[in-house]
């Protein structure tokens, strides 16, 4: 077994390869213990964005979960593996102290990835999926990306993806203040985007969420209306803005949907931007006149702006990851020799009792007590050093200096001797 991170993201896969991959919410729980339950791996998390699904595993193989992935998705191996990166041991420790720092995001320095991160860490927790090598990752993982974090501005004029939609909305409509926009889902992204939007005063703002007592409290902090997912089809027509990120995984808006909407409109353009992954917007719709969709790969123009400082940063935050990359090799190689230093003391353990029991009969039996303790301390002198003698004594010429070497090295010897 050994640390392995696997997965897609943004910069090997399109939209339409990750959101075949993606994780909701509701089969995390049940994923992690499959993966586990499987014997491909004995630890795992999963990290499951918009722009990346990600497995955080102790694997003895790659392939293995690489298999199991495709499988849990029913997708052909064969349509997967060119877009899969497959990172083992301080390359996977590397990649998730990136990932955290926000190095390795859309939006260069952004900080939703690292919540993100937690709550995936949070569920693998509660599923009981964590082990002592997750465990150090992880929290590793978070030290260093608030070090990156607190020694580096590289989260300096970061343009959020809610920040990005605000702009691509300005583009299409001379003032989102005469704008009504409807969002749909309830959850992280979500506020994000309403928050950017309330800051612009749109002239009317909707809440869509398939459960209406959770989206009400986020729709009476911006004074705006709640309607059931259900109730889309009538009232889609009347928005202009269209926000949507929600965890179905089959589409919300269909383009039959959206034809009946401009009609209503009498083909004033809606403009639409999908965060969600898998799509909730189905992607006939992007062909569509008067109707303007944007992925969440089509914001990426948008958030290259203010990049600048962000990346006159970033060589600085690698040099804390490089740091840190090497301190958990290090913690992991020292970890690996456990079971051979463990061997070695029960070794010694077992000769020492054995000595120990022969001393306590001898003195038992009345014999001379320095006598028992000479021979107990020579006795046990001489099985301790019988392995290193007997592969002095049997080693080939080619071996013989490099064992002298190491067992001068290890007991302290001269170097003469």
């Keep these: 077994m050994q640390l392995l991170a696997l997965g897609v993201n943004h910069h090997t896969a399109p939209l339409a390869i990750r959101e075949q991959v993606a994780f909701g919410p509701e089969k995390l729980e049940l994923a992690l213990h499959e993966l586990t339950q499987s014997q491909r791996a004995s630890e795992a998390a999963i990290l499951s964005t918009c722009n990346r699904t990600e497995l955080y595993c102790n694997a003895a193989s790659a392939d293995a979960v690489t298999q ?22 301080e390359q996977a420790a590397q990649h998730a102290f990136r990932v955290a720092a926000g190095l390795d995001s859309m939006v ?4 939703q990835i690292l919540g993100q991160m937690k709550q995936a860490v949070a569920t693998a927790e509660e599923a009981g999926t964590l082990g ?3 465990h150090k990752l992880f929290q590793r993982t978070f030290s ?25 909305a300005e583009r299409i409509f001379p003032s989102i203040r005469e704008q009504s926009c409807l969002f749909i889902g309830a959850g992280e992204m979500i506020e994000l985007c309403i928050t950017h939007f309330a800051a612009q005063h749109p002239r009317r703002m909707t809440v869509a969420n398939r459960t209406a007592e959770r989206a009400r409290p986020l729709a009476e902090r911006f004074g705006a209306g709640v309607i059931p997912l259900t109730a889309l089809p009538e009232e889609i027509a009347s928005h202009d803005i269209v926000v949507t990120s929600t965890a179905s995984p089959l589409p919300i808006l269909g383009k039959g949907m959206l034809e009946r909407a ?36 089509d914001l990426g123009q948008v958030v290259q702006e203010g990049m ?46 054995h000595e120990i029991d022969k001393a306590h009969k001898a003195l038992a039996r009345g014999d001379d007590p320095q006598a028992v303790l000479d021979a107990l ?8 050093l019988h392995a290193p003698t007997h592969a002095l004594n049997h080693a080939t010429r080619g071996e013989r200096d490099q064992f002298v070497r190491l067992i001068s090295q290890l007991y302290g010897l001269p170097r003469d001797n």
Excluded: C
């Design 68 to 89: 199991w992935l495709a499988d849990f998705h029913q997708i052909e191996r064969r349509e997967l593996a060119p877009y899969l990166y497959a990172l083992p041991r």
């Design 308 to 353: 600048d400082n962000r990346m006159a940063q970033v060589a600085q935050a690698e040099a804390i990851i490089e740091t840190s990359v090497e301190q958990f090799v290090h913690w992991m190689e020292g970890r690996e020799l456990v079971p051979v230093i463990r061997a070695l003391r029960d070794t010694a353990e077992r000769h020492r009792r």
């Design 144 to 168: 260093v990306a608030k070090e990156v974090r607190t020694s580096t501005e590289i989260g300096a004029n970061s343009v959020s993806m809610a920040a990005a939609a605000v702009r691509l």
């Design 108 to 111: 260069l320095g952004e900080t």
């Design 377 to 384: 301390s020579q006795t046990l002198t001489n099985k301790l």
């Design 132 to 134: 002592l090598l997750l």
């Design 262 to 297: 401009i009609k209503q409109r009498r083909h004033r353009p809606i403009f639409i931007v999908d965060l969600a992954v898998p799509r909730d917007v189905e992607a006939e719709v992007a062909d569509m006149n008067d109707v303007f969709l944007y992925s969440v790969d």
